[in-house]
């Protein structure tokens, strides 16, 4: 290098700043996502993300329709074993239900039952009082007592008390207690009640006292 090569201050300042600034052209003047290693950012939209949701509700609310619509099928055999049990339960209440009425009704009965055996010495009382009034001369008193003792007999026939069967009816030994037997000329097949000393009673079929009676055979 000679020197009339020796650049001047101009030259050099100019050289100088062509080497700090590089040229237009080596300046990229694509954007290029790829060299940055960046990948593309999607835009949110509204409008499709709202359509998206209302068809994932719809079909969250078919499904669950068609769950609750569907049938559960049960095993054959359990559904047997359950339809046998509530059988079973269903006659085991009928029965305890028809237990109860009639243990009920049965002590309704034992109870009106006793009512009606110490009665008895009542009626029999009544009956001495009606047979000393009908004796007497006093026909009011005869009508009172023949009126009271009418009066009690039918409140206690319509409880279920009945008199045993008397005069003119068949002797039976289950109902009736003979004292007395008379013979007959006529042929008779069973003995007959031909008199009641002492009335006998029964409750709803119930012997509550043997009638005392006389018999001809």
Known sequence: MSLNDTPTPDEAEVGASAQADPPVDAQPTDYDDTERGDEPVAVPNPEVESVVSDESEVTAEEAAEEAHSEPVDAPEAEVAELRDQLIRARADYDNLNKRRVREVAEARD?????????????????????????????????????????????????????????????????????????????????????????TGWMYKGQLLRAATVRVIN
């Not at 009082?129 to 409140?155: P, R, T």
């Not at 068949?170 to 207690?177: R, S």
């Open 110 to 198: 034992r109870g009106a039952a006793a009512l009606a055996a110490n009665l008895v010495d009542v009626l029999d009382s009544f009956e001495m009082a009606l047979a000393a009034a009908e004796q007497s001369n006093d026909e009011q008193m005869a009508k009172g007592v023949q009126l009271v003792h009418n009066q009690l007999l039918n409140a206690l026939k319509q409880s279920g008390l009945e008199a045993v069967p008397g005069v003119g009816s068949t002797f039976d030994p289950n109902i009736h207690e003979a004292v007395h037997a008379e013979e007959d000329d006529q042929d008779r097949e069973v003995p007959e009640v031909i008199d009641v000393l002492r």
